[in-house]
């Protein structure tokens, strides 16, 4: 069973910064993708991110692409969203989730989710 810990989450001013955290227990985190959604209240979740278990491969939606990135550490079992030039649209709980596959391949069909974190971007 795997456990997923966002942190990181928090109030920002619209161009601001914020670094996201997801520390992962509970099985090997180096064989599967990871990824990031978010959602807002009343609306369907959206993916955000996703990184390949290697690392060298990312996935962006058009909406961030250029001011997020995603990375991983696979000693320290942790994948990380560092979110700059924020939007108040970016306001959102944000969902680190672990893929059920190697390599992301698109869809929200994640094998296990966190609980989530708050960001909330002010205008």
Known sequence: QMQLAESGGGLV??????TLS???SG?????????WFRQVAG???EFV???AWHGGTTYYT???KGRFTISRDN??????LQMSSLKPEDTAVYYCAQDKRSDYYGGSDMDYWGKGTLVTVSS
């Open 43 to 45: 609306k369907e979740r």
């Open 22 to 24: 997801c520390a992962a």
């Open 75 to 80: 000693d320290k079992n942790t994948v990380t």
């Open 27 to 35: 099985r090997p985190f180096s064989h599967y993708a990871m990824a």
């Open 13 to 18: 001013q619209a161009g601001g910064s914020l």
């Open 49 to 51: 991110a996703a990184i």
């Open 62 to 64: 058009d909406s961030v």
